[in-house]
């Protein structure tokens, strides 16, 4: 009997599958391997060797081993199936995320033509024998384009029906890249009649489905860029094709070579010199001044030729080297030493440096500005003294830059960066190199919880309250609850820092399960920012104008710009205005995927005044874009009223209102990149930039001394919305963005504009009063049974046809009602808070429960019932500890 082994696949699917080892295959549990799947070829991880074979079921076998020894230690892989467990996630898609290694493996789409495309194919040639064609003679055979003579035959497929057992068949309607003639009895440019036309589809899609049956007819298989380049083929009518089931997809995976290289002009010295040109002797001295060699990317950015270049090489005086490319960490250079402790920090450091070798989970909580970092830095240093590695966290890649520069300074050349701005390539390669032990010290995004770092001692969660951290695609994990439970496995210490803990954290430190850290004081004694409430519904009363900053703002800011101090302005919504409303009918100019209004955007060179036809609306969600029109759509009124202020049109009133200002903006339009943000901070520190406004992005853990003045504009908007965790994200925002303020010598000032001034989560963040709020906070959750007083998931149910999501809610739900799982409560099925996404519609369930064994083994239920009445796992999204409901 052959030697079997189980495959976990990156597909919607909560099992592994059995496979069959050729001869010479060992792989390994751990390792990659390349299977078949339906049509296709997919990478897959090694879960158990030498299973029973299963009977009855005809095995394929292996396509091919990609390692000879396992990439996921039995550390990593045991993480692995507690997440799937956990998080009800299929164990492939789980093991997916833990190697970023694509760019190490090279998938190619291919598309071949079914037996169910050659009928019909079949049957449209059928049709075209039986009309009259005046350019053909009485066997239908082609006679040419006119004098002219010019035909191409297709090739059908041996045996295919109706085309002619192997034979060749001329295509009188079509030239061999499946073009139209069109010199028929039916008119210029004009169709043949189709046995089958798809009402739904236009004359042009049509065609483009017969272009790619007639590129398809010979039966081979036709790689997707060369069948799209071929017939003019779009994504969707070739996703058309195969729902029809016309044609098939296949893909195939090879290994390829994922090493960076770059290339280095280097100068010859001992190389006679002939006579040369201007241009080459300009290579030459540009080599001859860099010590003898230069990147080619550098001499092409100075404006040399490289066809001069290759002439200087074949002529023996410059030779070409390809090298392994450097990587660049980056970062923005500290301003100070990070290893300066007072005696706070340095009890942190001991708690922490003590605790190292075994499982011990810490809340570091420091009010901000009270040397989190220093202390994160320092405990990687005793760490790494010990001969462990260190894992740390940072919640976006914003606070990357900075992190990644005092890492630099402490650690040089041992630091490895993970997260998504990276390309394939350089993903790959730091993984590797941590794998190796060449970089003990990871930093990075969520994704670096996974980094397969050997003998780590270390897990640091920086702002483990943020959102960031959890993942809001399958699987949806929160890696600060996965970095304790891999702490856990990995018998290391694992601490969770933030001046605003989550109420989840708060609550383990208060039963014990996390041991305590407080650091109560900023570094050297400088004092927290003074908080200005500035009530904007009395501003409203006083001065009968509907403005996006208060006098008080304004006012503190001017005054701030004139000491030559720098301000920060929170306006916590993308673009212009967030919402486009006709005065007239009311109509909502929606987004034509989403149910949600396009935001409107301007040009950075264009002025603050009214819209103008042709400025740009945008759908966050999907990326859909329209031009804002002169008219509303539906009535045809032009009264078109935008509604809300976003950080676009914050930044052009500062313009106005602070002409000399060096106003700088940070959001998602601007920060499209590391290296957009790099610079962008880099400035920012520099002086450069003394005014900023932006989002959310803003807020975190930036450390910029010369910034004494914080503006909070309309952080409250939250609090009206559906979500039970509104107060704590109100207060954990205001708290964090009035943290940027008085970190260096000079004190803060913070300037709070809310319609909310009565809140208890603004007041308590007025205050820095974290003890009051996380009291009053805890109290209503517990009357609740809202987390951490119990658990919740969130099942989401969607289709992109609204019949089948109303069809599959309501029978989840009915079977919730019938099946009544013990300890649980169920809400819903209802329509989501936004009904639509990417032209998806989502209805979805909310469960509650005291016990989490409870709600897993109704959730479990719950899948297995889904199965078993035809609602496909793909349409279904379960979200344990939910963080967004939306």
């Avoid at 859909?624 to 202020?645: I, N, Q, W």
Wanted: proline share 6%.
């Amino acid at each position: 009997m052959p030697v079997c082994c189980e495959v976990a696949l990156p597909v919607p699917l909560d099992r592994v599958f059995t496979y069959a080892v050729g001869e010479g295959q060992l792989p390994l549990r751990g390792a990659r391997v390349v299977v078949p799947f339906r049509n296709e070829k997919l990478i897959g991880v090694v879960t158990a060797v030498g299973v029973p074979t299963p009977k009855d079921v005809e095995l394929r076998a292996l396509e091919a081993v990609l390692d000879s020894e396992p990439l996921l230690s039995e550390q990593l892989l045991s993480l692995a199936e507690w997440m799937a467990q956990y998080y009800l996630a299929p164990l492939g898609e789980v093991l997916r995320g833990m190697l970023p290694l694509m760019a190490e493996v090279r998938r190619t789409v291919y598309y071949r033509i079914t037996d169910l495309g050659r009928d019909v194919l079949a049957d449209c040639l059928d049709e075209i024998s039986e009309v009259s064609h005046p350019f053909a003679d009485e066997t239908g055979e082609w006679m040419g384009h006119g004098e002219s003579g010019n035909s191409q035959a297709s090739k059908a497929r041996p045996g295919a029906p109706g085309i002619g057992g192997g034979s060749e068949v001329s295509y009188p309607f079509a030239d061999g890249t499946g073009e139209w003639m069109g010199h028929s009895a039916f008119g210029a440019g004009k169709r043949p009649p189709e046995k089958k036309r798809q009402g739904k589809l236009s004359a042009e899609e049509q065609d483009l489905e017969h272009r790619v049956m007639l590129k398809l007819a010979s039966g081979e298989a036709v790689r997707v860029s060369t069948l799209r380049t071929a017939t003019g083929a779009t994504l969707q009518v070739l996703a058309s094709l195969l729902r029809k089931k016309w044609i098939a997809r296949e893909t195939a995976a090879v290994e390829r070579d994922a090493r960076r290289t770059e290339r280095f002009a280097l100068l010859i010295p001992e190389a006679r010199m002939p006579a040369l040109t201007e241009k080459q002797q300009a290579i030459l001295a540009e080599l001859a001044a860099c010590g003898g060699e230069l990147p080619l990317a550098e001499l092409r950015a100075r404006d040399l030729p490289s066809s001069t270049l290759q002439t200087l090489v074949r002529r023996g005086l410059v030779r070409i080297d390809e090298r392994p490319a450097a990587f660049r960490l980056g970062g923005l250079q500290p301003v100070a030493a990070p290893f300066l402790l007072n005696e706070p920090q340095t009890e942190a450091l001991a708690s922490i440096a003590t605790a190292l070798g075994g499982f011990h989970p810490f809340l570091l909580h420091g009010v901000t500005g009270s040397g989190k970092t220093a202390v994160y830095l320092a405990a990687m240093q005793r760490a790494l003294d010990r001969g462990f590695a260190s894992i740390l966290l940072v919640p976006e890649i914003g606070l990357t830059p900075q992190t990644a520069g005092l890492l630099d300074q402490a650690f040089g050349q041992r630091v490895a960066l993970l997260h998504s701005a990276l390309t394939p390539e350089e993903r790959s390669e730091q993984w590797r190199r941590i794998r190796s032990g060449d970089a003990p010290i990871v930093v990075g995004t969520r994704s670096a919880i996974f980094a397969p770092a050997p003998n780590l001692g270390l897990i640091l969660v920086d702002e483990e309250h943020d959102q960031s951290y959890k993942q809001e695609e399958t699987p949806r994990y929160n890696a600060r609850d996965v970095a304790v439970m891999r702490a856990k496995l990995a018998g290391a210490v694992v601490v969770l820092g933030s001046a605003t803990p989550s109420l989840e954290t708060w609550q383990n430190s208060l039963l014990g399960k996390y041991a305590r850290i407080e650091i109560r004081e900023r570094v050297m004694n400088r004092p927290l920012p003074e908080v200005e409430l500035i009530d904007m519904r009395r501003e409203f009363q006083e001065t009968a104008k509907d403005e996006l900053f208060s006098r008080a703002l304004v006012t503190q800011t001017r005054e701030a710009l004139e000491r030559g101090e720098q301000a920060l302005i929170l306006l916590n919504r993308r673009g212009y205005s967030f919402a486009v409303i006709c005065r007239a009918c009311g109509e909502k100019l929606e987004c034509q995927n989403c149910a949600i209004s396009l935001t409107h955007h301007k040009p950075p060179a264009e002025d603050a005044g009214p819209a103008r036809e042709g400025q740009r609306l945008e759908c966050h969600y999907c990326g859909f874009r329209r031009t804002v029109p002169a008219r509303c759509p539906k009535c045809d009124s032009e009264h078109l009223y935008y509604l809300g202020a976003g950080s676009e049109q914050g930044e052009a009133r500062l313009g106005e209102i602070f002409p000399t200002a060096r106003i700088g903006r940070m959001d998602r339009d601007t920060v499209r990149g590391r290296h957009d943000l790099e610079r962008l901070l880099a400035r920012l520190h520099s002086g450069e930039i003394n005014l900023l406004v932006g989002t959310q992005m803003i807020a975190k853990g930036h450390d910029i001394h010369g910034i004494t003045l914080v503006g909070v504009v309309g952080c409250d908007h939250s609090l009206s919305m559906p979500d039970f965790r509104a107060a704590e994200r109100v207060f954990q925002l205001m708290t964090q963005v009035s943290g940027r303020a008085g970190r260096g010598d000079l004190p803060g000032r913070v300037v709070v504009q809310t319609y909310y001034p009565d809140h208890y989560a603004i007041l308590a963040a007025s205050k820095h009063d974290y003890q009051s709020f996380v009291d009053r906070e805890l109290k209503y959750r517990r009357w609740l049974h809202y987390p951490p007083f119990g658990v919740l998931a969130n099942v989401l149910v969607q289709s992109q046809k609204l019949e089948e999501a109303v069809a599959w809610s309501g029978e989840i739900g009915k079977w919730f009602q019938k099946a009544a799982p013990e300890g649980v409560r169920v809400l819903g099925p209802c329509t989501a808070p936004i009904a639509r996404i990417k032209g998806t519609y989502r209805f979805h369930l909310i469960l509650k429960a005291a016990s989490r064994k409870a709600l897993n083994a109704a959730l479990r239920a719950m899948l297995a019932h889904a199965d078993a009445a035809g609602v496909p796992r793909r349409n279904l999204v379960v979200d344990v500890d939910a963080l967004r409901l939306m």
